[in-house]
């Protein structure tokens, strides 16, 4: 059975810092490129960060660069979102995403998302 498990979430101050784990299941995590998405109330998801399957190559949203880091561990089937100066504008349910195109076809697998809120 595929899961994603997202944890890590919770209430933060303004500057704080959370990291953001997301364990897989039930799929071969180490071929997967692994993203990070969020939801914030009344808003459309947004992508966040974009890790390859090796690791090679990270990609930040604009408003996050500088601040997050993503990383993965694929001995432990494993993504994180370290998430540094926390702003309230980062208040979202943060979603991680296992994508892989093979053969022409495109392969998604989505966790059950975390709550951040980021308030003093």
């Known amino acids: 059975q595929v899961q994603l498990v997202e944890s890590g979430g919770g209430l933060v101050q303004p500057g704080g810092s959370l990291t953001l784990s997301c364990a897989a299941r039930g799929f071969a995590f180490s071929s997967y490129r692994m993203n990070w998405y969020r939801q914030a109330p009344g808003k459309e998801r947004e992508w966040v960060a974009e890790i390859t399957s090796n690791g090679g190559i990270i990609s930040y949203t604009e408003s996050v660069k500088d601040r997050f880091t993503i990383s993965r561990d694929n001995a432990k089937n494993t993504v994180y979102l370290q998430m540094n100066s926390l702003k309230p504008e980062d208040t979202a349910v943060y979603y991680c995403?296992?994508?892989?195109?093979?053969?022409?076809?495109?392969?998604?697998?989505w966790g059950q998302g975390t709550q951040v809120t980021v308030s003093s």
């Open positions: 995403n296992a994508v892989l195109v093979i053969n022409f076809s495109t392969r998604k697998y």
